[in-house]
């Protein structure tokens, strides 16, 4: 099954399509700013479920972050899980620089 995923910046989302279907398959929606990208919700339609869609959405938008120079905020448990399982994008990650405590 060929996932492409494609970034829809007016809906502010990366959206995956299955080949030979119009429907969309998977979202990951997204806030960027000039410094970041912060993935906030990732959705897969349950009949697209475990066959590769979040993986091409988590894979593809991290690539672009990566080619944008954005460093990466991921709210949305799915994408911090995957990166947490995939060790080449830790350098993506966001570290906040705020020296503040409680």
Same mark, same amino acid.
């Not at 998977?26 to 960027?32: K, N």
């Not at 911090?80 to 405590?101: C, F, K, M, N, T």
């Given at each position: 099954?060929?996932?492409?995923?494609? &970034?829809?910046?007016?809906?502010?989302? *990366?959206?995956?399509?299955?080949?030979?279907?119009?429907?969309?398959?998977?979202?990951?929606? *997204?806030?960027?700013?000039?410094?970041?990208?912060?993935?906030?919700?990732?959705?897969?339609?349950?009949?697209?479920?475990? $066959?590769?869609?979040?993986?091409?959405?988590?894979?593809?938008?991290?690539?672009?972050?990566?080619?944008?120079?954005?460093?990466?905020?991921?709210?949305?448990?799915?994408?911090?899980?995957?990166?947490?399982?995939?060790?080449?994008?830790?350098?993506?990650? *966001?570290?906040?620089?705020? $020296?503040?405590? &409680?």
């Amino acid at each position: 099954m060929a996932v492409t995923v494609s &970034d829809a910046p007016e809906a502010k989302q *990366y959206e995956a399509r299955v080949e030979g279907e119009s429907k969309v398959a998977g979202v990951a929606q *997204y806030i960027r700013t000039t410094e970041l990208v912060a993935f906030v919700h990732t959705e897969v339609s349950p009949e697209y479920e475990g $066959r590769g869609v979040g993986a091409a959405l988590a894979r593809t938008a991290l690539d672009e972050a990566r080619a944008a120079n954005l460093l990466v905020l991921a709210t949305c448990p799915f994408i911090a899980g995957w990166i947490a399982r995939h060790p080449e994008y830790q350098d993506l990650v *966001y570290q906040s620089r705020s $020296r503040v405590s &409680d």
